[in-house]
């Protein structure tokens, strides 16, 4: 036997079958409501829209800092509610080559941080107004429900699903041996 030769020689082969499960139609779909991605993007609607109010009833709505988070908040309303009706009329299930998780996930990401700059700023000017506190509690509110939803997705995409439908994955691993001669 030469130096430098092992004894035996092993192969390995994984082969990762994928298959993906969707019915395109497009239909409504009440039992999604209750889920808890649902949930947060309910919660995430709510916060917005109630922070989005508090400020408006101010004088302070006109100054650059009520401007920033009334931005914010309609941003992430609106934003969300589209993304809310894509899911209940199974538009997202329809479109699924899109990489909808990747974007709700970059989405929630930036809309966390920027609800967290708008909360802060609005908190330094509470003196002001009392509406501001409860415009403070909101703007956090969403950051926290942005937050746990970004995780959320974050999970998801590790795990290889997709935003609606089903993907199913198998994996098929060989090893061939081979004799030293």
Same mark, same amino acid.
């Given at each position: ?81 589209? !993304? ?24 929630? !990401? ?9 909360? /802060? ?22 950051? !926290? ?30 090893? /061939? ?5």
């Amino acid at each position: 036997m030469q130096q430098g030769f092992p004894g035996q020689h092993t192969t390995t082969t994984m082969v990762t079958v994928g298959t993906t499960t969707v019915n395109p139609t497009i239909r409504f779909d009440r039992s999604l409501i209750l889920t808890l991605p649902s949930i947060l993007r309910i919660a995430q609607m709510l916060f917005s829209l109630l922070g989005f109010i508090c400020v408006t009833t101010t004088l302070f709505a006109y100054k650059s800092q009520g401007q920033w988070f009334n931005t914010v908040a309609m941003g992430g309303f609106w934003y969300t509610a589209i !993304i809310f009706i894509f899911y209940l009329f199974h538009v997202i299930e329809k479109l699924h080559k899109i990489p909808w998780l990747k974007i709700e996930l970059v989405f929630c !990401i930036i809309w966390c941080v920027c609800n967290f700059v708008a909360a /802060v700023v609005i908190v330094t000017c509470v003196s002001y107004d009392g509406a501001l506190g409860f415009a403070t509690f909101f703007g956090f509110g969403a950051m !926290i429900a942005f937050g746990i939803d970004a995780y959320l997705k974050y999970m998801r995409i590790k795990r290889g699903e997709i935003a609606q439908g089903e993907r199913q994955a198998s994996k098929t691993v060989s090893s /061939v041996t081979s004799p030293a001669y």
